[in-house]
């Protein structure tokens, strides 16, 4: 294994499908799982980031619930804090199980609202797209018309990722954040969204990876038509890199269970994403040209092609031409309207 596993109550709870607890990973960092129903991920691991006069950052509060909103309860009394001792809450990107909570903390307490520059300009767009501007991406991806009404984002759905929480402190790279006597660095790390950040715990030696890197599960990088970088996955690779000099830090990621091994595991992220790029070159190799959709059902998942439907389907149709149009950006293929094929020489 290129991992060494740390949370290991963490990862007993994982293989028996159940929560896990709150715990208490650094001097001034305590985990709290926070339920993520109806989805495999099962949960999100929020982190409370505190310093010696009892403030707390929160990190990823997670999905919004009633049984959220006491779960977060429980850990803050569990590390002897309260929603008073909360002033700030950081989203490492705009997805509903890390941004969805965000709102009601800072209602609740009063506290800023962080994240990257390019996740609030994505959720400024939600305000104002209408589900039709999601066709675009299925057009061009060539889905079939028996397929569109279940993979179109609905009004309802747009029209709740606009209420998510916008920011009131926008976070850089390189930007510390605002918890007196505590030193946490942000890093950009664009690939699983635009926006997409890590940070990095100076004191105790942590990094909260978000979906950025994990320790089983290989994050989405996929091509959305929100994204602010159009080459998602090359993104991805440098923000990869840039995880190289944090090897002897813990990981704490949103999901599953902590674990040392970062430069290792960036690379085996990297070294995935290449098989599955090759992968593309050899279905296409016997084929003149195809769509997305068609090289998409002809690659290896999982859950198996017809497994896949609603948000999975969605999201292995972005991943699979997030690849195509790194590899076109090597020359490797072209992508053309539709159609999809190998460069010739």
Not at 113 to 122: C, L, N, Q, S, Y
Not at 231 to 256: G, K, Q, T
Request: net charge negative; proline share 5%; aromatic share 6%.
């Amino acid at each position: 294994m290129s991992i060494t596993i740390t949370g290991t109550i963490q990862k007993a709870a994982w293989l028996e499908k159940s929560m896990p607890p709150v715990e208490q990973v650094g001097p001034h960092v305590w985990s709290v799982p926070i339920g993520f129903t109806g989805n495999p991920v099962r949960y999100t691991l929020s982190y409370l980031l505190t310093n010696d006069e009892d403030e707390c950052v929160v990190i990823d509060p997670g999905w919004d619930s009633a049984e959220g909103r006491d779960q977060m309860a429980a850990g803050l009394d569990a590390a002897g804090l309260s929603f008073d001792s909360i002033i700030g809450v950081v989203s490492t990107h705009l997805h509903p199980d890390h941004l969805g909570m965000v709102s009601h903390l800072a209602e609740c307490t009063g506290a800023w609202i962080g994240m990257h520059p390019v996740e609030a300009r994505t959720l400024e767009r939600f305000a104002v797209e209408s589900a039709g501007d999601d066709g675009t991406a299925l057009d061009r991806w060539g889905v079939p018309d028996a397929a569109r009404e279940s993979l179109s984002a609905s009004p309802r759905m747009l029209a709740s990722m606009s209420r998510l929480a916008r920011p009131t402190r926008l976070l850089e790279d390189g930007d510390l954040l605002a918890l007196p006597g505590r030193n946490v660095r942000v890093i950009a790390t664009p690939g699983h969204t635009a926006g997409h950040i890590c940070l990095v715990d100076l004191d105790d030696r942590l990094i909260m990876t978000g979906d950025h890197v994990l320790p089983r599960i290989t994050p989405n990088v996929g091509l959305g038509t929100r994204q602010d970088n159009s080459n998602a996955l090359r993104a991805y690779y440098s923000s990869l890199e840039a995880m190289i000099p944090w090897d002897d830090f813990e990981v704490c990621p949103a999901h599953e269970y902590r674990f040392h091994g970062l430069a290792q595991r960036s690379r085996d992220l990297h070294a995935h994403h290449e098989e599955r790029a090759q992968e593309i070159i050899d279905v296409l190799a016997g084929a003149s040209e195809l769509t997305v959709w068609q090289i998409a059902e002809r690659l290896t998942w999982s859950r198996g092609w017809e497994g896949l439907d609603g948000g999975n389907l969605i999201s292995a149709l972005s991943e699979t031409a997030s690849h195509i149009e790194y590899l076109a950006s090597d020359d490797r293929l072209t992508w053309s309207g539709r159609a999809v094929a190998l460069s010739r020489a």
